[in-house]
């Protein structure tokens, strides 16, 4: 109900129009409740019904709920949309004027179906984005197709080989197709890269024409509509709300109305209602026809996230131009979701020799100024733990690298944590390389591949993002990414944890950040509990934290904030949403007490403090909830 009530809360804020109508339709809901459903007799209509005091409390929210976010069935060639499963005249107008654009594209969208899988007969969603090529999600290729030296085939099954296909039609009520089979995998984006893969689909009659690719980014609050074929999702907590919200209708061709809420330019946020089972759905720009982002991912009732329209069209480019000079696929483009959730695996090298790191000067505490430091953390829990080692006829525990600074727990073989300055002025856009060890301290006390790998491993996640220390000279940049690919720098992770909130963090304290100097100070780390579960012989963290410091644009105060992240409910197989990651503003104090760290002075400047008062923990759906500041400062 929180959560229910939050978005609808979002939803009204940004929609004038549609959150009138809204508050219309919750006093009415409130009269009956009062007034008259208590004497009606039960043969009246549900909606009446649903709001009568006897009924749960959180009917009334979702016939709101449902007027808001609608999910609509589509139905016939022509692709007539049932608008009556909508009781707002607000959407019903929207999608009516919008009508001459959605049909084309609806047809343009499929079911993508599989032959011989072991557990699954259909695996997501995909759309045409060029003449035959359709495009989908890596998860969902993943699926049924594989890397296999310089191109991509199909998997095999119990001796059988993998086949797939896409159903244009796929409709409620309908038992017809217009199916297409998958004839050859484009190509399938590398993990480093956004989560889209290319399809090559065989050529039949009556083939949709393909959805343009906006050229343009998504403006916050545009209304837009996502189609797909959301799948019932076991993993919602309360499925009464979720067939109530999808017409306790799924697998079939459905369309969502929303409104883009924001994101990173790497990175597209939508309010839409979706479900498992619309990965690789469409979000269309009901203003333009056009598409304006490839749906991956989702926290029920939360956020939704989209692969933005120019970084599909920028990925299609570089594929044909790759072909056209009968090259290899491209390269992998900057991480979509970089940060301490982001998997990238691949062989461990070593590196070198000590001395080679005599100059890394490492993380500055004064980087915000001498009268803004930012002091390592000091472990206050078990500190006989701390990795100490000598190198370079010094004796300390601090792995100083290009613009951060790692702690190393010796008992963990993971790091305490990892601290880095970035000057976001002096950003570089680099190329990453491979992983690598660090020969200062001991191989045995570094992991390698242990419990990584392939489902059910994990991946490694970086703690300081790749990209964070890469600024300064060209040169500098360079190394500072490179340095960022140590394994002292990573943690395991599920190979499924994404969460957007997180990685946009540092990006939203930037934009906050004196504008004359764009400096914060980034401290992340793992949250190491005795019943951490063992894999493959190591302890995985549960949970991480991150604590983010800097000079405040509007006040020139230094401000510190704290957040956490879980990936304690992850499910070691394929997801098409990842509702269990919850990000969570936290007190400072908070963190210390779980992390076993003290932040020193750091605690003074807490965003979550007031007076000297502790506020409480915040858990966030969208970057405009975190508190970067003391309420009332």
């Given amino acids: 109900m929180r959560r229910a009530r939050a978005l609808l809360d979002r939803i009204s804020g940004a929609d004038p129009a549609l959150g009138e109508e809204l508050a219309t339709l919750r006093e009415t809901l409130s009269w009956v409740a009062q007034k008259v459903a208590p004497v009606l007799p039960s043969s009246l209509p549900s909606a009446l019904s649903a709001a009568s005091p006897a009924m749960p409390p959180m009917a009334p929210e979702t016939i709101v709920l449902r007027t808001g976010r609608p999910v609509l069935s589509v139905c016939n060639d022509e692709a007539r949309l049932v608008f009556e499963d909508a009781a707002s005249e607000v959407w019903n107008s929207r999608l009516r004027k919008a009508k001459p654009l959605l049909t084309p594209a609806i047809r343009a969208v499929g079911r993508i179906e599989v032959a011989h899988h072991p557990l699954y007969q259909w695996v997501g969603t995909g759309w045409l984005v060029a003449d035959r090529v359709v495009v989908t999600n890596r998860h969902v290729a993943h699926e049924f197709g594989r890397h296999s030296g310089e191109k991509f085939v199909f998997k095999s099954s119990f001796g059988d080989l993998m086949g797939a296909r896409i159903d244009f039609l796929e409709e409620y009520g309908r038992v017809e197709s217009r199916e297409?089979?998958?004839?050859?995998?484009?190509?399938?984006?590398?993990?480093?890269?956004?989560?889209?893969?290319?399809?090559?689909?065989?050529?039949?009659?009556?083939?949709?024409?393909?959805?343009?690719?906006?050229?343009?980014?998504?403006?916050?609050?545009?209304?837009?509509?996502?189609?797909?074929?959301?799948?019932?999702?076991?993993?919602?907590?309360?499925?009464?709300?979720?067939?109530?919200?999808?017409?306790?209708?799924?697998?079939?061709?459905?369309?969502?109305?929303?409104?883009?809420?924001?994101?990173?330019?790497?990175?597209?946020?939508?309010?839409?209602?979706?479900?498992?089972?619309?990965?690789?759905?469409?979000?269309?720009?009901?203003?333009?026809?056009?598409?304006?982002?490839?749906?991956?991912?989702?926290?029920?009732?939360?956020?939704?996230?989209?692969?933005?329209?120019?970084?599909?069209?920028?990925?299609?480019?570089?594929?044909?131009?790759?072909?056209?000079?009968?090259?290899?696929?491209?390269?992998?483009?900057?991480?979509?979701?970089?940060?301490?959730?982001?998997?990238?695996?691949?062989?461990?090298?070593?590196?070198?020799?000590?001395?080679?790191?005599?100059?890394?000067?490492?993380?500055?505490?004064?980087?915000?100024?001498?009268?803004?430091?930012?002091?390592?953390?000091?472990?206050?829990?078990?500190?006989?733990?701390?990795?100490?080692?000598?190198?370079?006829?010094?004796?300390?525990?601090?792995?100083?690298?290009?613009?951060?600074?790692?702690?190393?727990?010796?008992?963990?073989?993971?790091?305490?944590?990892?601290?880095?300055?970035?000057?976001?002025?002096?950003?570089?856009?680099?190329?990453r390389p491979g992983w690598r060890l660090d020969p200062r301290i001991p191989r045995t006390l570094q992991i390698v591949n242990e419990c990584y790998g392939n489902q059910p491993g994990f991946s490694r996640g970086h703690m300081t993002r790749r990209e964070d220390p890469a600024w300064g000279t060209r040169a500098q940049a360079n190394l500072g990414c490179a340095d960022s690919m140590h394994v002292t720098n990573s943690v395991p992770q599920m190979q499924p944890f994404n969460a957007g909130l997180w990685l946009a963090l540092e990006e939203y304290a930037l934009q906050h950040a004196r504008e004359d100097v764009m400096r914060i100070s980034v401290i992340t780390g793992p949250i190491f509990d005795a019943g951490d579960p063992v894999h493959r012989g190591v302890r995985i963290p549960r949970s991480f934290w991150k604590v983010i410091a800097f000079l405040h644009?509007?006040?020139?105060?230094?401000?510190?904030?704290?957040?956490?992240?879980?990936?304690?409910?992850?499910?070691?197989?394929?997801?098409?949403?990842?509702?269990?990651?919850?990000?969570?503003?936290?007190?400072?104090?908070?963190?210390?007490?779980?992390?076993?760290?003290?932040?020193?002075?750091?605690t003074a400047y807490d965003a979550l403090s007031a007076g000297g008062e502790e506020a409480p923990s915040r858990p966030l759906s969208s970057l405009e909830e975190i508190r970067l500041i003391p309420k009332g400062a």
């Fill in 553 to 602: 644009d509007a006040t020139g105060r230094l401000c510190a904030s704290g957040y956490t992240l879980s990936q304690d409910k992850a499910i070691p197989e394929p997801e098409f949403v990842f509702g269990a990651y919850g990000t969570h503003q936290r007190p400072l104090a908070f963190i210390e007490s779980r992390a076993g760290v003290s932040f020193g002075p750091l």
């Fill in 180 to 431: 297409a089979g998958i004839v050859e995998i484009l190509h399938i984006e590398d993990d480093a890269g956004p989560d889209l893969a290319f399809l090559r689909v065989e050529s039949v009659a009556g083939l949709a024409r393909p959805i343009r690719l906006s050229r343009r980014a998504a403006r916050v609050n545009a209304p837009v509509a996502v189609i797909g074929y959301p799948a019932r999702d076991s993993r919602i907590p309360d499925a009464a709300l979720m067939d109530s919200l999808f017409g306790d209708v799924y697998d079939r061709k459905r369309l969502a109305p929303g409104r883009i809420t924001g994101g990173p330019p790497e990175l597209l946020l939508h309010d839409c209602s979706t479900l498992g089972g619309n990965s690789g759905s469409v979000v269309l720009d009901l203003d333009t026809g056009e598409a304006a982002g490839l749906h991956f991912a989702g926290r029920f009732l939360e956020a939704n996230y989209a692969v933005p329209a120019a970084l599909v069209r920028e990925r299609f480019e570089s594929l044909g131009r790759a072909a056209r000079a009968h090259a290899a696929p491209p390269p992998p483009a900057r991480p979509l979701l970089p940060g301490p959730h982001h998997s990238e695996d691949g062989p461990v090298s070593a590196e070198g020799r000590a001395e080679d790191y005599a100059d890394r000067t490492g993380f500055d505490p004064g980087f915000l100024g001498a009268a803004s430091a930012v002091p390592l953390p000091r472990i206050v829990r078990d500190p006989s733990s701390v990795l100490v080692f000598t190198a370079n006829g010094v004796t300390g525990s601090e792995l100083k690298y290009t613009n951060f600074s790692v702690v190393m727990n010796g008992e963990r073989r993971l790091c305490f944590y990892s601290a880095v300055n970035i000057d976001g002025g002096l950003s570089k856009r680099t190329v």
